[in-house]
């Protein structure tokens, strides 16, 4: 399903791997009601955010959007959103 809901997404990132747990609890919340925090984004490249930003794709829904700075010990590992491993370990991202 993250696989899909991200298909062609123009978003980046420069995280190696989200938690598939921690993306469902944010999915949970949203259907919740909850609002969550913004995410923060360097221009198209997402520096906080990257389980709520794919919680919010899979419910097909917008994201709020701040201004963040991408570390520039991060700029190598930028890639596209869609290929943002996808870890079943729980990080306990809350």
Known sequence: MVEEALRGDLALGAQGAVSLPAIQRYVDRLLAGENPPSIKM??????DGNHRY???????RDV?????????SMKGNVKSVSQIKVDYTDLGNE
Not at 42 to 47: N, Q
Not at 54 to 60: D, F, T, V, Y
């Open 64 to 72: 709020q959007v701040t201004a963040g700075v991408l570390p520039s």
């Open 54 to 60: 794919i919680a919010s794709r899979l419910l097909g």
């Open 42 to 47: 360097d221009g198209d490249v997402i520096v």
